[in-house]
């Protein structure tokens, strides 16, 4: 099982990238979905998180601006950020528990990918 992180790259304060994260493997279920990230010297925060069902929370510093979606057909969440600045600038990861064929469920992290938002 893994995830699969795609979308980032650079940007202009003011622009937008669509990041996805696609789960692959032997998987039975995907659960919770979610995206973190990393700013340089700074502890890995929560940015959005989506249910199976669809509920969806955000940080407070992206409400508004950022769009967190699934498409759980393809295992599959993306995140929309649109008027990027400078301070979205970070590692993006994406965060799912998973449930294997075993009938286990594990929580993995994909690779991570860099959004830099320059002014």
């Known amino acids: 099982v893994q995830l699969q992180a795609s979308g980032g790259g650079l940007v202009q304060a003011g622009g937008f990238l669509r990041l996805s994260c696609e789960a692959s493997?032997?998987?039975?279920?995907?659960?919770?979905m979610g995206w973190y990230r990393q700013a340089p010297g700074k502890q890995r925060e929560l940015v959005a998180g989506?249910?199976?069902?669809?509920?969806?929370n955000y940080a407070d510093s992206v409400k508004g601006r950022f769009t967190i979606s699934r498409d759980n057909a393809k295992k599959t969440v993306y995140l929309q950020m649109n008027s990027l600045k400078p301070e979205d600038t970070a590692v993006y990861y994406c965060?799912?528990?998973?449930?294997?064929?075993?009938?286990?469920?594990?929580?993995?992290w994909g690779q991570g990918t860099l959004v830099t938002v320059s002014s």
């Open positions: 989506i249910s199976s069902a669809g509920s969806t």
């Open positions: 493997g032997s998987i039975s279920g995907v659960a919770l």
């Open positions: 965060n799912a528990d998973i449930r294997r064929l075993s009938g286990s469920w594990r929580n993995y």
